[in-house]
């Protein structure tokens, strides 16, 4: 029997459940990364440049980059040992997406509003997506990656990710996919794993991560923010 045939025939499964599984064993995004490649997972493409547009908000959007560039010149990673991840398919988004949400980013006011730069709201969508979103979804794949490597490694790092502020149907703070969402249901499946702790120690509240498992009793949330900052209104668990 095939994988996904018996995804499809897990007892007792929803035939939306069954769905997601055969979605996250048939996606390319976990492969075999060589011994001789370090579990530091990185892409060029990471870095968005939209016209200088970008700069409009306070967030680095070339930051991951400088990161690598940095642990390269201080001889603490060689460049030719970076693990380069693949693109987040829509199939692969839609395991944790609702197709509405994914359709909502077809408008540039849409993506303008959760990205926090108005400007992009006058920008054809298929620029928005080349420039922006693509980006967004190299750095899903990394993530999404780098929790096979951790496992086999002992330790892994996408140097971009962590957009903890978008949910399954809502964006938000500069987040436009929920890769940490998306890294720990395929993680649940493909690596056989039954528990999970999320450690978020970013400034900000991570109300996306929290409100999708906020009732799921597998993940476990640890969260130290400002509560007087964005995103103001609260997401309890």
């Known amino acids: 029997m095939s994988s996904s045939s018996a995804a499809a025939s897990v007892p007792g499964a929803a035939p939306a459940d069954a ?3 055969n979605r996250i064993i048939s996606s390319k995004l976990y492969f075999d990364v060589p011994g001789s490649k370090a579990p530091v997972v990185y892409s060029t493409a990471y870095d968005i440049a939209f016209l200088g547009i970008e700069k409009m908000h306070p967030f680095d959007s070339s930051k991951w980059g400088r990161i690598c560039r940095f642990l390269t010149k201080e001889g603490h ?11 987040a398919s829509r199939e692969d988004l839609l395991v944790v997406h609702t197709e509405a949400y994914l359709n909502s980013l077809k408008s540039s006011f849409r993506v303008a509003a959760i990205v926090e730069v108005p400007p992009l709201t006058l920008m054809p969508n298929w620029l928005v997506q080349q420039r922006l979103l693509y980006p967004f979804r190299k750095q899903v794949g990394g993530s999404i990656l780098s ?3 951790a496992l086999e490694r002992g330790w892994a790092i996408n140097v971009g990710g962590g957009f903890h502020h978008c949910s399954a149907e809502e964006g938000g703070g500069f987040c436009a996919y929920a890769d940490i ?8 499946v493909r690596l056989d794993i039954s528990r999970v702790m999320i450690i978020d120690l970013d400034a900000h509240q991570g109300n996306g991560h929290e409100k999708d498992f906020a009732n799921d009793g597998r993940v476990y949330i640890l969260d130290m923010y400002n509560a007087g900052i964005y995103p103001f209104v609260r997401t309890t668990i």
Do not use: D
């Open 181 to 188: 969402s998306l890294c720990i249901q395929f993680a649940f």
């Open 77 to 87: 990673l060689e460049k030719n040992r970076v693990v380069e991840p693949l693109e």
């Open 147 to 149: 929790a096979k490597l």
């Open 19 to 21: 769905l997601r599984r």
